[in-house]
């Protein structure tokens, strides 16, 4: 119930039932799974596999913020875009959101959590990670666990550090102020920019950002591309919502660059 409290000011409107955007028929394509997050919350997911042979790798989402949770990726035809061209899928609700249990600040923790779970339906495949927003900045920071399971990964429109995201919004910035005063050791670990240079694993990174997101400009596309330690790329489109280029105009560009980027992963 404290963190529950404590995650109003930022994400609290979000916290809400999640609805399956899919049809009955479409729903059957999926499996649910679940498993337990060092968050101290069981985080709920879906599992899809391609019916493309043969099966290029496992492609875990990872969801900006939102009510839509999870479904961000179903609603978009994302996912469908990655099954049909030989990827299995695994889209799944950080804690507090969509159907997952609500648990502590520790994000991070649902996506090692989830990358675990991937690694079990895998069979030896490769696992790679694809982050918006809120699924990226947490990335960062599980790609500096030695215990990660991804080899490559796809991080679009990430902040950072938190404090440059939630200037942005009064409340929530006063907020985050109190708890990076009564949490000094936790808030130097949620640096994400400071982070993404102890990455390991994986083979490469592939950045992308809009022009036009005045939360999470080019310019933070830049320093981490900068301070990545492996090699890595920085795709920009000119014009596109905070996360929501899969919903822009650039939409087909954005989804030929980042099939072009798995299949180079996976070749």
Not at 12 to 21: K, L, Q, S
Not at 177 to 183: G, R
Not at 189 to 195: D, N
Request: aromatic share 14%.
């Amino acid at each position: 119930m404290i963190y529950k409290l404590l995650k109003k000011p930022f994400v609290g409107r979000f916290m809400v039932d999640w609805r399956n955007p899919l049809s009955i028929d479409q729903q059957a394509q999926w499996l649910k799974i679940d498993t337990l997050s060092g968050s101290g919350a069981r985080i709920q997911g879906l599992f899809a596999q391609s019916s493309q042979s043969p099966t290029k790798a496992t492609v875990v989402l990872g969801h900006p913020m939102g009510k839509e949770a999870k479904g961000y990726f179903l609603k978009s035809g994302y996912a469908d875009h990655l099954l049909e061209n030989g990827f299995n899928v695994i889209v799944f609700d950080f804690n507090g959101f969509g159907e997952s249990e609500n648990g502590n600040f520790r994000y991070y923790e649902d996506v090692l959590a989830i990358g675990n779970k991937a690694r079990e339906l895998s069979n030896d495949l490769p696992i790679g990670y694809h982050g918006v927003s809120l699924g990226a900045q947490w990335a960062t920071i599980a790609f500096a666990d030695d215990s990660h399971p991804y080899q490559f990964a796809i991080l679009e429109s990430s902040t950072t550090t938190l404090d440059e995201f939630w200037s942005h919004y009064p409340g929530a910035y006063l907020a985050l102020k109190f708890l990076n005063v009564t949490m000094p050791r936790f808030r130097e670990k949620l640096k994400m920019i400071e982070q993404i240079k102890e990455a390991k694993h994986l083979k490469s990174i592939l950045y992308v950002y809009s022009e036009s997101d005045e939360w999470t400009p080019v310019s933070m596309g830049k320093r981490f591309f900068e301070n990545t330690p492996m090699t890595s790329e920085l795709w920009t489109v000119k014009e596109a919502k905070h996360a929501e280029i899969v919903k822009s105009k650039f939409a087909d560009s954005y989804k030929q660059k980042i099939l072009n980027y798995l299949k180079s992963c996976t070749a």
